[in-house]
């Protein structure tokens, strides 16, 4: 790590100090960003499954209706 500069007052966090990146080197809090980061996609997936599926139930609700105002002005 010798070509990197330590940010002052962490352990894990170092500056590249040609473009001014900075790198976290504790493997442990990269693989839970990793995961966190997987959990958070799962959830954006689940959430657009359950918008698409009540979208997809309300549209179903219109087509019930408006064969139910039918049936009734048919036999009304």
């Known amino acids: 790590m010798n070509k ?10 170092f500056r590249d ?5 900075v790198l976290n080197v504790n493997v442990d809090e990269i693989k ?9 996609k799962k959830k954006a997936l689940e959430f657009e499954a359950v ?17 139910l105002q039918r049936l ?3 036999n009304g």
Not at 51 to 67: F, P, S, W, Y
């Open 32 to 40: 839970k960003a990793k995961i966190l980061k997987a959990e958070r």
């Open 17 to 21: 100090p040609y473009n001014g990146a």
């Open 4 to 13: 990197y500069q330590k940010v002052e007052g962490t352990e894990s966090l």
């Open 51 to 67: 918008k698409e599926d009540v979208e997809t139930m309300k549209q179903d609700m219109a087509d019930i209706k408006g064969l």
């Open 72 to 74: 009734v002005e048919k």
